[in-house]
């Protein structure tokens, strides 16, 4: 334990800070799973209480963020886009760009079972991580480590998350032209349950019109819808053509007899 703890230092010069109080930042990366096996360290903790505030102050320095820099949009339009910037996969990216998973104390099961690369744990790892540098370091240490970050993100989601989203796009589209309403199904999943991906794909009419994939079913029908919305000759932001529109040939008469999955 104290060697895998003694890697901490290294994580601290990777990112570029030093905690002041070291058993915070030991804290964040003991997981629940770990103490349950654990007969030697009963003085840890879990990181659960750390990521209950990282989760809050996170939102706060998000949200304060956005209204700074967005003074002309609306309420609905900035909770959009903090929606996009701490949603789960977003940040359980973060956590892998600090490879902060290669830190985590599990249990034997927990690890067998993948969870150091679990999209789950790595978003509660990287909370427990803010919440534990909002103790140590306060706001203004905190958005300091953030808002670098937090502006590249900006700048990549902002366009689409101020933008209304494919599957409202598309529905709109489809019953003001057509008098129909777009349907989803899922066509293949693959992988392990702590890392599985979904191709959903969506009908008009029975007629299929866009396939997408993703690590969850609303990923995977959001591609799918940006698909129908380029298919049907409208404005699709951010659709790029990943081939499987021909790999999974939307005229074939076995997709069309799929049974629906709502």
């Known amino acids: ?66 209204f700074r820099r967005y003074p002309e949009r609306r309420e609905g339009e900035l909770t959009n886009l903090r929606s996009a910037l701490v949603k789960r996969e977003s940040l ?79 529905q709109e589209w489809v019953q003001a032209a057509m008098g129909q309403t777009p349907r989803y199904r899922t066509v293949h999943t693959e992988g392990p349950d702590h890392a599985r991906k979904f191709i959903r794909q969506v009908t008009i009419d029975k007629q299929p019109y866009g396939v997408g994939e993703g690590q969850s079913k609303q990923e995977a029908e959001q591609a799918a819808a940006a698909m129908a919305l380029a298919r049907l000759g409208q404005t699709s932001p951010g659709y790029v053509d990943s081939g499987l529109a021909e790999e999974y040939d939307l005229a074939s008469v076995e997709m069309q007899k799929e049974q629906d999955e709502e």
């Open 92 to 170: 359980s990216r973060f956590a892998r760009e600090l490879c902060l998973g290669e830190y985590l104390l599990l249990g034997r099961g927990e690890e067998e079972n993948g969870g150091r690369s679990r999209h789950t744990t790595l978003c509660d790892t990287y909370e427990a991580f803010i919440g534990a540098l909002y103790l140590d370091q306060g706001i203004a240490g905190l958005r300091g480590f953030l808002e670098p970050r937090l502006l590249t993100e900006i700048e990549r989601v902002a366009h689409f998350a101020l933008a209304k989203d494919a599957k409202s796009r598309l």
């Open 1 to 66: 334990m104290e060697s895998k703890f003694h890697t901490l230092i290294e994580l601290q010069d990777a990112v570029g800070l030093r905690f002041n109080d070291f058993t915070l930042i030991q804290r964040a990366f003991v997981h629940r799973s770990y103490l349950h096996e654990a007969d030697d360290d009963s003085d840890l903790q879990d990181n659960q209480r750390l990521e209950f505030l990282g989760d809050a102050v996170l939102s706060f320095i998000v949200s304060e963020l956005l």
